[in-house]
């Protein structure tokens, strides 16, 4: 906003420019007007803060006097907008279980815009929960309490473990309920940070409509914004698939190797710079098996934690499908050239994946594969908590006692017979690659449901704990050793809900 410059005196407050405490910086919204709608945020009554992001504000350059405001908080439950700010709900579809849906859109979800980062990198920050939009399909638009506290919890937690992933800016309270079928809950608004909120079904959603030009649009924005290196290449639209497989393909096996499983991979949820997106129904695996799931809404495991991989795969051809106006005008050639990029994922994939486990398990590049297959069969067979099972062979490796490791297991000759396979592979000390590869803490299931559930009584404390504990997953520390243990029988979380 240009200064004004009277010529006597000092210029009356009315006329002074607003200070723009978030440096918002927005090109989405430069784009045509059928790619969103714009649309404020609903007020609400009596906005309380749960938990703010210093750290998260100071990268993104925003003002940290006003940060720790109770403006600040007022513009995080939507009750204020930012000077800069421009709202706007997204459009997109999207395949939900398989189904394609035409239009789908920021349902309860508003982009107050969008700021430059100190590393120079474009961020959106996006209001969840913060009422009706044009997309909301008869829905309320609002987020309830836990929810919210989840995809805090997990996101956070993803972000500390390495993994790329939308980031919690702050958490607030509305003093408002919000209903759903288990009756009325208390609501919340999370205010998340992503690279953007491109989605596979974003092209989706143009491809529908046939608009092409809007495709190009897109496409090229997207390569501007995510990947610039595309737009050297003499075949852009070709590099640009090809770099979202390589990404979709590390970021799955990536989540696959901590044992995490999304629970809503529909290609409105697969986010085009490779970050895990949209904590729903998400959870994290105690006793591991290929099949396990999670999600309420996933009735025929089609998200189970052993298929993400082929469904990453699945929603990369949808994607494909998109570009394919822009990739030839031969339809047959265009064909072509995106089977030619998609035959590469598995490999891309495959190649990670085992990387990832080889490292859990302190393997060089040259060990057979059956070590892996091997441990992942020996957990399924005896129903062995995942992350403790890698936990306790680190401090194996280690040069700790083996007591514990055995302690998981009723039958220990068939753990013998595995270590001895093990040991017979690793060929010498990777204990180092170990140690990074295998967090003591992830968010477990039941502590996240603890916390929800303390929280909605007022009392936050467990979920601050939380938090706190696990900015720090690889690190030793006495006073969260208790959040290593996995769920007592009564405590077992055996379904996770996305909150709609």
């Not at 004004?4 to 045509?32: A, C, Q, R, V, W």
């Not at 290196?229 to 770099?243: C, F, G, I, V």
Request: proline letters at 6%; charged letters at 20%; hydrophobic letters at 35%.
């Amino acid at each position: 906003m240009p200064k004004l410059i009277l010529e006597y005196g000092s210029p009356p407050s009315y006329l002074l420019p607003i200070p723009m405490h978030i440096p918002f910086d927005n090109s989405y919204t430069k784009l045509p007007d059928h790619f969103f709608a714009t649309q404020s945020p609903a007020n609400v009554p009596s906005p309380q803060l749960i938990r703010r992001n210093a750290a998260l504000a100071d990268q993104l350059s925003i003002d940290s006097e006003w940060f720790n405001s109770a403006s600040a908080i007022e513009t995080f439950a939507g009750n204020e907008i930012a000077a800069g700010s421009e709202p706007i709900a997204q459009a997109y579809a999207g395949h939900q279980f398989g189904g394609f849906s035409p239009q789908l859109g920021d349902g309860r979800a508003i982009l107050l815009g969008e700021v430059i980062d100190q590393d120079g990198r474009r961020k959106d920050i996006q209001l969840k929960g913060s009422g009706r939009t044009a997309f909301s399909r008869g829905g309320d638009g609002k987020a309830a309490l836990g929810p919210v506290l989840r995809e805090y919890i997990v996101s956070e937690a993803m972000h500390a473990l390495g993994v790329p992933t939308t980031r919690a800016l702050a958490a607030v309270t509305t003093g408002e309920s919000v209903f759903r079928q288990e009756g009325p809950l208390p609501g919340a608004v999370f205010t998340r940070v992503a690279a953007s909120h491109i989605r596979v079904g974003t092209f989706q959603y143009f491809l529908a409509r046939q608009e092409t030009d809007a495709l190009k649009t897109l496409a090229d924005y997207v390569i501007a914004r995510h990947y610039p290196e595309s737009a050297k290449d003499e075949s852009p639209y070709r590099n640009l698939l090809k770099s979202v497989i390589s990404k979709q393909a590390r970021l799955i096996a990536h989540w696959m190797s901590l044992g995490f499983i999304h629970g809503v991979m529909n290609t409105d949820n697969c986010s085009i710079s490779g970050e895990t997106i949209d904590y729903g129904p998400c959870a994290f695996m105690d006793a591991f098996h290929p099949n396990c799931v999670f999600s309420s809404i996933d009735s025929q495991a089609r998200y189970a934690w052993g298929n993400q991989g082929n469904i990453g795969l699945w929603n990369l051809s949808r994607f494909a499908e998109t570009l394919l106006p822009l990739l030839s005008d031969n339809t047959d050639q265009a064909i072509e050239i995106a089977e030619s990029e998609l035959s590469n994922y598995s490999n891309q994939f495959r190649a990670d994946y085992d990387q990832r486990f080889r490292a859990k398990l302190g393997l060089p590049s040259n060990a057979s594969l059956d070590v892996i297959q091997d441990c992942l069969e020996l957990l399924a067979t005896h129903k062995i908590d995942f992350t403790l099972f890698f936990r306790r062979l680190t401090q194996l490796a280690s040069g700790e006692p083996k007591e514990p490791l055995e302690e998981l297991f009723t039958d220990k000759t068939a753990l013998d017979n595995w270590i001895t396979h093990w040991n017979s592979s690793k060929g010498g000390s990777r204990l180092e690659e170990m140690q990074a590869a295998n967090p003591i803490l992830i968010p477990r299931n039941h502590r996240i449901e603890q916390a929800i559930q303390s929280a909605n009584t007022g009392d936050y404390s467990p979920f601050h704990r939380l938090v706190d504990a696990l900015g720090s997953p690889f690190s030793e520390n006495e006073k969260y050793s208790d959040l290593e243990l996995p769920p007592r029988s009564e405590e077992i979380v055996h379904e996770t809900f996305c909150g709609t």
